[in-house]
């Protein structure tokens, strides 16, 4: 980005470079050890073999810098490919490059190149620190997903990477269990249902959300805020309650086990995210509008049609994002408010998981995690989209 | 109160009804039934071997499956509590039919009357034998829990009896076993030197109930407990256990089907049920048609047909001579079931009655011992 440095590096001394590099080093050979079969000795070997490297490289000076540096990423080539394969070797080379670059970036303080000289070692090691937390955090949310992906495309039937597959062998790739979940009848049905329930439910939660919420805007309703609670209240009660309460009323009046009591139970715990999505446009909505559409002689509904609808039209649709999502990913409430007429996408993956482990879960899952990322990033371009709107409009 | 009165009251009516309708035959009866069983490849076998060719054979009717029978008595009790069952055939293991049955949700048949006979005459109950353990109780198969190790992990020596399981020594590495008390703890018992006619007794009294977790103990470290049938199997194709214990099918499945380095231990395999019941209380519409329905499905053809797809014995005696090979594989099936002499060498012999009394109180105790 800008390349202005800001404080002149120098070299730091051999204690420094060797710790820091070391911590560094006993953190990967942990992982690495742990791989072989003995986390101990390769979080002992990493943190010895880097310190010394490390401080082998800063006796050396800086203008061994680049034979060193490839010296460093050649010799982790070669043990991670004796440790691992030809994956070991894609590993043991970006090991390599790291702290080729890493032993370099601590032993001559290059790290406070892009920091202002009158920083505390503690607030650049904050200021470091935290990115590296933050990097741990997304890590580890995204870990189990992305581990998902390239297991859906497995050729046996187990939830396990194969030789093969590690070796990146093409034999160890199959498309069978997409092919599994676009031909099977169970799969399929379960598809039906949820394309079924899913945007009826939408439909619902969207409509009578946005009511309340606008409802809930206007400053002359009594209670607004007991009332508030009690319509956000299924997103706060524990789902298994609900689902439980709304087993046995369903029952009663006949509405448990239909299609229309798994899309009732679905829109009622959408609509707590339409009421707050559109509570939350509303709040930057200018009333002035409806009394000025009001003086010009428009009843309430063409005035909400026309004018207050297109504006607040983005937290509406997120607000329906949210609530498709949720009824489409929902398997408690309708494992008890359903019956097996209407086995949902999670609910035949639910089935899948307990009595059958089989890959076509994982492909099912990467397909709906492709869906959702779709959503969410029609999500996001909407928000944006109404930040641009909002900062032209006048007020 | 008023609501259960009720409910028993429509029982007795409709079956009273129902009868009636049955001997009129394909009267008045429902178009569609929810079958509720295990998934996996043990439903896959009942669909194929029966209710396709029943579907094939009775137009229009459609047939909708719940694998719901992991909790099928929680959820029977809250359906008769709600008053709305929505399963017309439920397929559970014989200690859940027992106690269905203690419950009245299940619904008491006569076999003789139900059941047809076997080919050379031989009335249901006595063809079905034994294995009818309650009165509302429809067997299908008999299954067995046993072990199952990999082939490249034991070294030269394999396993021979389920004691290997316990000798952490010779065997390292992880085993799986299900996470609950049943077979455990009898397993542990008979590894302690119990004779196995004594289990029971031992395992009524609390120093025996403390010897056999003691035995678990040894082990406790090396565990990885399983609660799904397919866990073990997974475990044993990543290699992250050495042995486990799971269903003799899901292992055939494994082994035969799926080409993974593992045997059978069949040493002290628990035989077990699986069958039918009819809940209590159907509508007389809907128990006409199970009941046309689950006399054709567990008739003599039907039931050996069944072992085409699974390696499980068929519960009538008059099934096992017809029991041929794999529909698929085109292996003989009658090797791998459990009930063949060669696997069945030392089995040993689950006591329902037992477990439906000291169930409770033992999960109970299992799973404190497993918190430990």
């Known amino acids: 980005m800008n390349d202005v440095t800001l404080t002149h590096p120098g070299q730091k001394p051999i204690w420094f470079a060797a710790g820091v590099v070391g911590l560094a080093g006993a953190f990967a050979g942990l992982f690495v050890g742990a791989a072989n079969g003995n986390g101990l000795a390769g979080l002992l070997i990493g943190a010895v073999a ?39 070797l894609i590993i043991g080379a970006a090991f390599g490059a790291f702290f080729g670059w890493f032993i370099y970036w601590i032993g001559w303080g290059r790290y406070r190149a892009k920091l202002v000289p009158y920083l505390t070692p503690a607030q650049v090691f904050w ?55 676009f031909t099977n009848s169970d799969w399929q049905q379960a598809l039906m249902n949820s394309v079924k329930i899913a945007p009826l439910a939408t439909l619902l939660s ?102 207050q609808m297109p504006l607040i039209l983005p937290g509406v649709i997120s607000g329906a994002l949210f609530a498709f999502i949720t009824s489409f990913d929902e398997v408690v409430v309708v494992l008890f408010v359903g019956s097996a007429g209407q086995k949902t996408l999670p609910w035949q993956m639910f089935i899948g998981l307990r009595e059958q482990i089989s890959p076509t879960i994982l492909a099912v899952a990467t397909i709906l995690v492709a869906l959702s990322i779709a959503l969410l990033t029609t999500l996001e371009l909407l928000r944006r989209r109404s930040e641009r709107l909002r900062g032209m409009s006048p007020g | 109160m008023k609501l259960k009165s009720a409910i028993a009251a429509s029982t007795a009516l409709t079956l009273v009804v129902s009868g009636a309708a049955f001997a009129e035959s394909h009267g008045n009866m429902a178009d569609s039934m929810v079958l509720v069983s295990w998934g996996g490849a043990y439903q896959t076998s009942q669909q194929k071997a029966y209710v396709e060719p029943y579907l094939a054979a009775n137009e229009g009717v459609t047939a909708t499956w719940d694998e719901s029978s992991n909790e099928a008595v929680a959820k029977l009790r809250a359906m008769n509590e709600a008053g709305n069952v929505t399963w017309d055939l439920v397929d559970v293991v014989a200690s859940d039919a027992i106690r269905l049955c203690d419950e009245g949700l299940a619904m008491e048949y006569d076999p003789d009357e139900l059941l047809l006979d076997a080919p050379d005459g031989t009335k249901a109950s006595e063809d079905f034998g034994d294995l009818i353990v309650s009165d509302c109780y429809i067997p299908q198969i008999v299954y067995s829990t046993t072990f199952g190790y990999r082939t490249d992990m034991v070294g030269d020596t394999p396993p021979t009896t ?121 509508p007389e519409d809907r128990l006409a048609r199970v009941i046309d329905f689950v006399k054709f499905a567990t008739d003599t053809q039907r039931l050996a047909d069944q072992a085409k797809y699974i390696s499980y014995g068929p519960a009538r005696k008059s099934s096992a001579p017809l029991v041929g090979q794999h529909a698929e594989l085109g292996i003989d099936m009658a090797p791998h079931m459990p009930t063949d002499p060669a696997n069945a060498k030392h089995t040993f012999l689950y006591n329902y009655e037992w477990w439906a009394d000291y169930r409770d109180d033992l999960d109970g105790k299992f799973q404190a011992w497993l918190a430990q």
């Open chain 1, 50 to 88: 880097m310190a010394v490297i490390a401080a082998v490289a800063v006796l050396l000076g800086r203008k061994l810098e680049l034979p060193l540096r490839l010296a460093i990423a050649a010799a982790a080539v070669v043990l991670g490919y004796l440790l691992g394969g030809i994956p070991g």
């Open chain 1, 127 to 181: 200021h470091y620190g935290f990115r590296v937390l933050c990097g741990c955090i997304f890590f580890f949310l995204v870990a189990p997903i992305v581990v998902v992906m390239p297991l859906s495309f497995n050729a046996e039937d187990f939830f396990t990477f194969t030789p093969e597959m590690l070796a990146l062998d093409p034999a160890g790739y199959s498309l069978k269990h997409y092919r599994d979940f």
């Open chain 1, 206 to 307: 969207v409509t009578f959300g946005t009511l309340a919420a606008i409802g809930l805007s206007s400053e002359h309703v009594p209670f607004r805020r007991a009332m508030m609670a009690v319509l956000i209240s299924p997103m706060i009660v524990p789902l298994i309650i609900s689902a439980a309460g709304m087993y046995f009323f369903y029952s009663r009046i006949g509405l448990q086990g239909t299609y229309f009591g798994v899309v009732l139970a679905h829109a009622a715990l959408g609509i707590p995210f339409v009421i707050i999505t559109v509570t939350a446009t509303l709040v930057g909505f200018d009333r002035s509008l409806t009394r000025a559409a009001a003086n010009m002689g428009a009843d309430p509904v063409r005035t909400f049609f026309k004018v």
């Open chain 2, 162 to 282: 389920v004691c290997d399981v316990f000798d952490t020594e010779t065997y390292p590495g992880k085993r799986s076993l299900e996470k609950r008390p049943i077979n455990n703890m009898e397993w542990a018992l008979i590894c302690d030197g119990v004779a196995d006619e004594d289990v029971y007794d031992v395992l009524e009294t609390e120093e025996g109930q403390a010897r056999a977790f003691a035995k678990l103990d040894t082990i406790k470290d090396d565990v990885i407990w399983w609660s799904a049938g397919a866990d073990t199997p997974q475990l044993l194709a990543d290699g992250e256990v050495v042995m486990g214990s799971t269903y003799n099918g899901r292992l055939f499945s494994l082994i035969e089907e799926q080409d993974q380095p593992v045997a059978m231990l069949w040493d002290a395999q628990v035989f077990d049920l699986d069958g039918w019941i009819i809940p209590a209380g159907l």
